[in-house]
């Protein structure tokens, strides 16, 4: 049997502004960004977008109908310098 991890999940409070960064992040670690997938689970009230491999899954959910930001604009910080990701 080969040992593996599943179902480790983050909870993010904006998906759609954590998902490039754990894009930028992950392959650093060595994960393969082919197998990715995302979802919308009404039944749960949640978005997600699963890294998955054989050997480790790791999800990042945002719980909030549609899956959009868990806080309002207002409430929103900007990341701190140096986790940018991306082009500036």
Known sequence: MVPRIDHIELTVADLDRAEPFYDELLP?????????????????????????????DLTLICPRPGGGSCLPPEARLPPPPGLRCGSP
Do not use: M, Q, T
Request: charged share 30%; hydrophobic share 35%.
């Open 28 to 56: 650093l670690l060595g994960f393969d960004l082919d197998p990715k997938n995302w979802d919308n689970i009404p039944k749960h009230e949640f978005r997600c977008v699963d890294y998955g491999s054989p050997a480790f």
